[in-house]
Each structure stands twice: as C-alpha cells, then as structure tokens.
C-alpha cells in the first residue's frame, strides 16, 4: 500500500503459477503522502475500500494487503454477498490452525508457538487440545523474535507466531514479514478452496472445538501524560493499601490470575514473580477474571500505557460458549473498568472503542 511490497508480491504470485494476484495500480508504487486512503495501515477503516471496490467490479472474493514496509498483512473475505475484514486474532488462528495441521502428532510435543500478551489466547487453547506449546510474551517483535531463538537452541520448532496488530511471523525470519504472510495465506485459501470451505467457515469449526473467543479493545487518549502512571498508582493499584497482594474480585467478577509487570507481580507463580520482564518506568498489568459457578467462561484483558503515544491501551478478550455471549462478556468488562479504574470524565481522558 504506496510502500515497497509489489514486486516480492509478484514473486509470490509467480510461484504459486502466476496470475494469483490482480493489483490495485494507484496504491503499487511507494509515496509517502499515502495520497488514496488516510492511513496507509491495512489495519486502519478505509484502508481497504479501494482494493475492495475493485474486487467487486470483477468478481474476486478475496482481499490482501500489506502495509507501505510490508512487514504487516491483512485480508478481507466476501462471504454470501457481504465483505468481512478478518481481525488480527483472527488471521493468527487461521495460520496457527493451518500450520499445525500440516504437523505429525507425534511431534507436536516440540512444537510451540507463540503469541504477544495482548493477543488472543485461542492458541493456548488449541495447545491444551492438541499437545502443542504455547507461551505469550511482551508485546513488540524483540520479545517474540528472541523467544524464538531461545526455544529453538533448545530443541524446539517455532514454525508460527503474532500479535494482534496484523504481525505474523513464520520460519523464515524471527520478525513479523508481510510477504511470507502473503504467500502463506494464499496456499491456506487455496487449501479451503480445495475443501469448499471459507475462511468464516474454518473460524466457525474453530470456535466449536476449542471455544468463542471475542475481543474488545480500545483505548483512551491521554492529553496529560501524568494521567496513565497516576491511574494505575493510584485508583488500579488502591489494593495495596489494605496490604492485599492483588484484588481478589472487579466488580462481580472474581480475579483469577494477575500480573503486574510493573511492579514485578504474577499470582500464578510459585514465588509470586513474572516469567516476563518487569519493567517500572512503564505500566502494564494483565488480569483474568472469572465468574463463579461458571467454568467455561472467562475474560482475560491487558491495561497498559503506550510507549509510542498518548493513550492508554485496554485489551479484552471474552472466552464463552456462544458468540454472543463471548461478546457481551467482552463489553461489560469494558463498561466495568471504564467505570471502576478509568473515570475517563475525571481524568480528562477520551475514549476509543
């Protein structure tokens, strides 16, 4: 998308037997105004309404595209009659499904793979099921790169890893490519075609054997950057005054698990102290809440400041047995934090969800 992808696109298509790919030719040559869309981010609303316009005048139902350093990957499907763009936890299960299907039994006890914290943990899910590993890191490529190459000297195969925001990485490299996405995915919707399946319908069997898992993120935008660590300190954190090592219900949701990678906390650990990296100059704190009597439900979120800019990130994701109670689940979270740790009327934040 006016970055630098066609032409190892085109070496894509050509091995896959040439003619695959039909271009969009006002967005295939590198420009930094970005002049066709707001955002050259194939994440971003928009971004894919010309590609998708041109797909329609000629009958495609498929869209891919990669950002201007084509390191990022997304896709748009047209199923009976209406486009869906796929999210980036979505993608990511599609491969990971994809990837371990095509690996014996019989070795996937050295096999992991992995996704960031903020990503969906259908993966871990699918690991529990199917005799697989699966870890999550800290967001960013670095961690999930190194985590990699550590798992690898230790004898492991990490064919396949992402982060929510349409990163995935495959053998080929221990970053997140664009291209080796491009290709792989073409060869998986191959593979659905073949079957006469969709990419919904592969989500769909997904969802059946391992559970809903439905996602509500958003953010705040912060104009006074003393606002995120004096939120986290002082309203998230208010458990520690009554000496508690973390708070044991949000509302009327049990706290199953929490992670303070601030202060370098984790309750799941026999010493109380995180496998990921504590850092104390940024705030990031994951939490799984549960409701009781109910074990086939949780929602599991991550609040963290953001590095980069100014806003203060939530990520939710709700586990159910139904779609539209994993939905609902993921909203009233966000209506419980909202109200109970962001204030963002007081706090002079705006919300984004």
């Known amino acids: 998308m006016h970055g630098v992808g066609t032409q190892f696109a085109k070496h894509v298509d050509e091995k896959l037997g040439g003619g695959v790919l039909v271009y969009v030719a006002e967005q295939c040559t590198p420009d930094p105004e970005f002049p066709t869309v707001s955002s050259p981010n194939p994440e ?13 005048s000629l009958d495609i139902p498929l869209v891919v595209a990669n950002d201007p350093d084509a390191d990022r990957f997304s896709a748009a499907v ?13 993608i990511g299960f599609l491969f990971a499904d994809y990837i371990i299907s095509s690996i014996p039994k019989e070795k996937l006890d050295k096999v992991y793979l992995l996704d960031s914290t903020v990503s969906s943990q259908m993966i871990g899910s699918m690991a529990k099921k199917l005799g697989f590993h699966f870890q999550d890191t800290l967001t960013g490529f670095k961690w999930i790169g190194n985590k990699a190459i550590d798992l690898e000297k230790e004898g492991y195969t990490v064919p396949f890893a992402y982060e929510e925001a349409i990163g995935f990485m495959f053998s080929v490299a221990h970053d997140k490519d664009g291209i080796s996405a491009l290709s792989v995915f073409l060869q998986m919707y191959q593979s659905w075609l073949k079957q006469g399946k969709t990419a919904i319908d592969v989500l769909e069997d997904g969802f059946k054997k391992y559970g809903y898992f439905k996602e509500c993120n958003g953010y705040y935008i912060v104009p006074d950057l003393d606002t995120t660590p004096k939120v986290f ?19 009327q949701f049990d706290v199953a698990s929490w992670r303070d ?5 984790d309750s799941t650990t026999s010493d109380n102290k995180p ?8 705030q990031m704190i994951t939490c799984k809440l549960t409701l009781a009597g109910n074990d086939n439900e949780f929602v599991r979120f991550t609040a963290r400041g953001s590095g980069t800019e100014p806003k203060l990130k939530v990520y939710i994701e709700a586990s159910a047995e139904t779609e539209q109670r994993a939905t609902d689940l993921g909203k009233q ?11 963002p009327e007081s706090n002079k ?3 984004r969800v």
Do not use: C, H
């Open 44 to 56: 971003e609303k928009g971004a894919l309404t010309l590609a998708i316009s041109k797909a329609e």
């Open 261 to 265: 990678l601030t202060i370098g906390f």
């Open 349 to 351: 934040m705006i919300e």
């Open 333 to 343: 979270v966000w209506d419980l934090l909202r109200d109970e740790w962001f204030n």
């Open 233 to 251: 300190n002082e309203t998230i954190r208010k458990y520690a005054a009554s000496g508690d090592a973390y708070p044991k219900k949000i509302g």
């Open 78 to 90: 047209k199923v009976n009659g209406k486009w869906r763009q796929l999210t980036g936890n979505e």
């Open 275 to 282: 496998l990921l990296p504590v850092d104390s100059s940024s």
